[in-house]
């Protein structure tokens, strides 16, 4: 499963992975931090599912 995970933290993403991989997908992952990076991930790149993380505007 190609897994896109936007968030800006480091830990966060490590946790998301690891709570996937122990529900036993096999997942291939790219964290990004930023909309430049998240737009250009999705236009180069297929992905199975997106995490964004929250945020209040």
Known sequence: MNILI???????????????QRAGY????????????????IDSSRFDLILADGFGA
Not at 13 to 19: F, N
Not at 34 to 41: G, I, K, P, R, Y
């Open 26 to 41: 096999d997942c291939h992952w790219q964290r990004v931090v930023s909309e430049v990076d998240f737009l250009n991930a």
């Open 6 to 20: 936007l968030e800006d933290e480091v830990l966060d993403a490590e946790l998301e992975i690891a709570m996937m």
